[in-house]
Structure formats: C-alpha cells, structure tokens
C-alpha cells in the first residue's frame, strides 16, 4: 500500500474548504479535483482496496477498522450528484469526518 498516496487522498476528503474550492473550480487556482479522483486516490492508486480485499492492512487493528468504515461510508455517497449538493450531503461529512480520523491514526502509526 501506498502510505503517501493515501495519506494525500485523505487529507482532501478531510477537507471541506479544499473540496468547495477545488472540486467546484471556484478557488481562481489552477488545482482542479473532484470526489471520483479523491477516492480513486485513496481506494485504487494506493493500493487501498487490494489491501482491504486482501485483509492485509497492516497491523494497527485501530486504523484498519477506521480504514474499513472509511470504504463503508464513502461507498453510500451518490457520487452522481451536482457537486453543490454532493458538498453538503450527509454522507459526505460523515466521510470527512471519518477520513479526518483515519489522518490521524495513520499519522500515529508512522510516528
């Protein structure tokens, strides 16, 4: 698993003002982003969800579980949704929330 990927993807899911300023291209800034890349990042590029499809997500039984709920919770987003809607859904905080969480327990692993 990429560590470093991740670490990237869920630091944007954590983040609403990075979300509402980059996902709806409203930042004036040439960084352009959206909920399918941020998961990509998180789930496909680092590897995550061989790691989950595996069970090998390292030892850390803490930050295994919150990475399991993390996949959970980001799978009931509609991701089909006009981003102005998408960026208040219920879901979606329940996501940052979690990926903030995840940060965290990842970082302590690492350090």
Same mark, same amino acid.
């Given at each position: 698993?990429?560590?470093?990927?991740?670490?990237?993807?869920?630091?944007?899911?954590?983040?609403e003002a990075f979300q509402r300023?980059?996902?709806?291209?409203? %930042?004036? !800034? @040439?960084?352009?982003?959206?909920?399918?890349?941020? *998961?990509? /990042? $998180?789930?496909?590029?680092?590897?995550?969800?061989?790691?989950?499809?595996?069970?090998?997500? %390292?030892? !850390? @039984?803490?930050?295994?579980?919150?990475?399991?709920? *993390?996949? /959970? $919770?980001?799978?009931?987003?509609?991701?089909?949704?006009?981003?102005?809607?998408?960026?208040?859904?219920?879901?979606?905080?329940?996501?940052?929330?979690?990926a903030a969480h995840t940060l965290?327990?990842?970082?302590?692993?690492?350090?």
């Open positions: 698993m990429n560590i470093e990927v991740l670490r990237e993807g869920l630091l944007e899911l954590s983040d300023r980059v996902w709806t291209n409203s %930042g004036g !800034d @040439d960084v352009m982003s959206s909920l399918e890349e941020c *998961l990509c /990042s $998180i789930f496909d590029d680092s590897g995550l969800t061989y790691a989950l499809d595996k069970g090998d997500v %390292g030892s !850390d @039984d803490d930050l295994a579980a919150s990475l399991r709920r *993390l996949d /959970s $919770i980001t799978a009931a987003i509609d991701q089909r949704a006009p981003v102005e809607q998408l960026l208040d859904d219920p879901a979606l905080r329940r996501a940052r929330e979690e965290r327990l990842l970082d302590e692993s690492a350090g």
